[in-house]
């Protein structure tokens, strides 16, 4: 190798971002993007939650805007359209939006008839109840909570709240 040759490598190598940086910043845009497609609404004019309960769940979202009527209805009509997919065991838009099988959902999927899915307005919103008794349900409705708090990067506390 010639030094001019390796002086353009090395100043490639230290030009160029990490890969695992880009490509997790990629995959962030991914999901926004595919998730305002899915969800019907911006999740830039909304808050997104996930919560862990000693029960199972929630996941909520709400209108950042008090006065906006319109991403409130579609974040209600969001819900209980996941509610009741959830309930029939498709979990086919939690997959669209990641790009991938969340953690927990094919023991969810299995388990469906142990675990309830209640879509319940709120204020600005609405929000998805999940509630079983059954241990091994509570433990993949948690695994796919944590990953949604990841994947969503919504700062939401991993350990149960209640």
């Known amino acids: ?58 996941i909520s979202a709400a209108a950042l805007s008090a006065d906006d009527f319109q991403t409130r209805d579609a974040i209600r009509g969001h819900m209980g359209h996941i509610a009741a997919a959830f309930r029939a065991g498709n979990f086919e838009m939690p997959m669209f939006i990641h790009g991938r099988i969340p953690p927990g959902v094919k023991t969810m999927k299995r388990l469906r008839h142990r675990i309830a899915f209640v879509a319940e307005d709120t204020e600005r919103g609405a929000q998805v109840v999940i509630r079983t008794t059954d241990p091994d349900a509570l433990a993949a409705i948690h695994a796919f909570l944590r990953f949604q708090i990841s994947d969503h990067r919504t700062g939401d506390a991993t350990s149960v709240q209640d």
């Open 1 to 58: 190798m010639t030094p001019l040759l390796g002086l353009a490598l090395l100043l490639a190598v230290v030009r160029a971002p990490p890969a695992a940086d880009s490509s997790s910043a990629q995959h962030a845009s991914d999901v926004d993007r595919r998730g305002d497609q899915a969800m019907g609404f911006s999740h830039q004019q909304t808050a997104h939650h996930f919560t862990l309960t000693r029960d199972g769940g929630r």
